[in-house]
């Protein structure tokens, strides 16, 4: 726990950063990897943004902007919210990126190491709030461990969902949500 004098420290520490990064903007990152298929933001994306509001306003991480990834797995990096926040890294115009936690971050724990040094070597700070990393805080010997984690968790969702499909391929129940040209859908029945 802090005390009121450590927070208060902080704050000012980063309201001075902030000044020095003039025109510089904190991005506040979220992603989801299933869309809930609403054309509005999702309730999870829209809570990782409370969060990380919070978090920025607490500790004068302003201005701030949100870019996220609504339906996108965090094994891809072609995903629109992130290739836009990188835009804006190469461009200069980062000083910070906070997101909710590793697995927001990436699936892909080699790629996720490759981009924290990136972001070292441009100077932008980047703190994932859940997990307490914070890149000017130095070195985080867990992180690595976290992402190698989060990796493995997708590929072992990847293997269980294969085997779901393929079990029921060899029951001779569709795979697929729409029926083959020609066919119809069983009313009563909709594994038919």
Not at 127 to 144: A, E, L, Q, R, W
């Amino acid at each position: 726990m802090h005390n009121n004098n450590q927070s208060a420290a902080n704050v000012q520490d980063c309201r001075k950063e902030a000044d020095m990064n003039n025109n510089k903007v904190t991005i506040l990152y979220s992603r989801l990897s299933k869309d809930d298929g609403e054309d509005k933001i999702s309730n999870s994306i829209k809570n990782q943004q409370d969060l990380l509001e919070d978090y920025a306003e607490r500790h004068g991480f302003t201005p701030w902007i949100h870019k996220f990834d609504d339906g996108f797995t965090g094994t891809r990096w072609d995903r629109p919210g992130w290739q836009e926040l990188m835009t804006m890294v190469e461009a200069d115009e980062v000083s910070c990126i906070c997101i909710k936690d590793s697995s927001r971050f990436a699936r892909d724990y080699i790629r996720a190491g490759m981009y924290r040094e990136l972001f070292r070597e441009k100077n932008v700070r980047f703190i994932m709030v859940n997990d307490g990393y914070d890149s000017f805080k130095g070195d985080d010997d867990i992180t690595p461990f976290r992402e190698i984690m989060s990796e493995m968790y997708a590929r072992d969702t990847s293997i269980k969902i294969k085997s779901v499909v393929a079990a029921k391929g060899k029951s001779g129940k569709h795979i697929s949500c729409s029926a083959p040209y020609g066919y119809k859908k069983d009313s009563n029945d909709k594994t038919k």
